[in-house]
């Protein structure tokens, strides 16, 4: 009779409250930024907790953290399971860290339980899943998925001043004890538990969601150039006002963009206007623009929308644009067979489920293109991430991290 093994709730509980402590904010939430100090401490405590429970321990080259149980055949490909431990700078506590403590509690179970598996399993937490300190998100595990090199993004500088490649350099060296990851080959299979950052499970009273899928997102950087000039002596026919330009396309965007198609999402989250001084015509304005959408042919006319309306406020202002694009993530769809995986472990488990695609961007989405992948969601508070308000409750959380328990279980043989 197989022993049966069973999270150890309170613990995975103390585990997401010790983590939450790392870049804790005043509002309960936390900033974790990718690449920064308090990534570094989290990095260095997932570490030593794993080394303490002799799991292995290795970072690649994009540091990328894994920690693996070795399995009865160390030849088979091992089983990924993780997230990311990096944070938006006004994040909540469950956002990436949800996913990669309940993989860590999976391999404290097992090895509690001294339960076995065939497979190898490995806990990963990828480097910049948010792409907010350092643009695109998900550096990591688009390095992992040879999709794009971290490399390529060496010299990108963060908006406290950084650069990339130095904060990259600082948090592989913070992390002495854990060895450089031998290449191997992709995993067998890789399963990310996520909030669902969205309103859907909790308004439907489901408390797992199995994903299909994720929906496309681009990142556009655009920038206006007009002149600074005298607020009070200048006359509207002498204006190159780019902060006028920028306002105008950002009002035509979302007067035209969701109204006119409902499954289109496009957020301007950043807006830059210089010289900022109460009685100077702004002589530059750089927003961000960030357009998803679930169809590949929609997204680029999304872009193509920004596009065209930039054209024209700039032509309406006298100002020069120039518009950089720093993400572009296609619309991806799982593995059906892992979906099926995890179903069949809810239904086994007599939990509710409904099949659904990701609005936000993960992992997964890149890993998927590497390994057969797919994403449990679990339900979060009025919909709300990206948010110090961020809430998940414990009976969720434990619910989660026992449905990945039993799909890794499944994958990785017993
Ligand atoms: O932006 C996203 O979709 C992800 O949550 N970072
Ligand atoms: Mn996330
Ligand atoms: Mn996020
Ligand atoms: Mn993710």
Request: some cysteine; aromatic content about 6%; overall charge negative.
């Amino acid at each position: 009779m197989m022993k049966r093994v069973e999270v150890d709730g309170a613990r995975l509980l103390q585990s997401l409250a010790d983590f939450a402590a790392i870049g804790a904010t005043p509002a309960g939430g936390v900033n974790r930024q990718a690449l920064s100090v308090e990534d570094r401490a989290a990095r260095r405590l997932l570490t030593e907790r794993a080394l303490a429970r002799g799991f292995s321990v290795f970072q690649d080259d994009a540091a990328n953290l894994f920690i693996r149980r070795e399995g009865r055949d160390p030849g088979l490909a091992p089983v990924l399971i993780g997230s990311h431990l990096d944070s938006q700078p006004t994040g909540g506590r469950f956002d990436g860290a949800l996913g990669t403590l309940s993989a860590f509690e999976v391999l404290e179970a097992l090895a509690e339980a001294d339960a076995g598996t065939l497979r190898a399993i490995e806990v990963v937490a990828f480097t910049n899943e948010e792409g907010s300190r350092y643009a695109p998100g998900c550096m990591g595990s688009m390095d992992f998925a040879g999709a794009s090199a971290i490399g390529a993004w060496r010299s990108v500088v963060a908006p406290d001043g950084a650069r990339l490649e130095d904060e990259l350099a600082a948090t592989l060296a913070a992390l002495p004890q854990a060895a450089m990851r031998p290449a191997r080959p992709p995993p067998f299979a890789f399963v990310e538990l996520h909030i669902e950052q969205g309103p859907i499970l909790e308004r439907e009273v489901v408390p797992i969601g199995v994903v299909t899928g994720v929906q496309g997102t681009r990142w556009l950087e655009v920038s206006f150039t007009g002149e600074a000039a005298h607020a009070g002596t200048t006359p509207r026919e002498f204006r190159k006002d780019a902060l006028a330009a920028a306002a105008d396309a950002i009002a035509f965007l979302q007067a035209t963009v969701m109204p006119g198609d409902a499954q289109a999402r496009l957020t301007v989250g950043r807006l830059v206007v210089e010289p900022g001084s109460i009685n100077v015509i702004p002589s530059h304005a750089t927003f961000t623009v960030d357009v998803r959408h679930p169809d590949h042919q929609a997204l680029a006319g999304l872009e193509a929308d920004v596009r065209a309306a930039c054209a024209r406020a700039a032509e309406t202002w006298g100002c020069t644009l120039s518009i950089d694009r720093r993400l572009d993530m296609a619309p991806g769809t799982f593995d059906p067979a892992i979906v099926d995986v995890i179903e069949k472990a809810c239904r086994r488990r007599g939990i509710a489920s409904r099949r659904m695609t990701s609005g936000a961007f993960h992992d997964a989405l890149f890993v998927s293109r590497a390994a057969p992948s797919a994403m449990i969601f679990v339900p979060c508070r009025n919909g709300i991430s990206h948010n110090e308000a961020e809430f998940v409750t414990d009976d969720h959380v434990i619910l989660g991290a026992s449905v990945l328990l039993d799909v890794v279980r499944e994958l990785a043989g017993r």
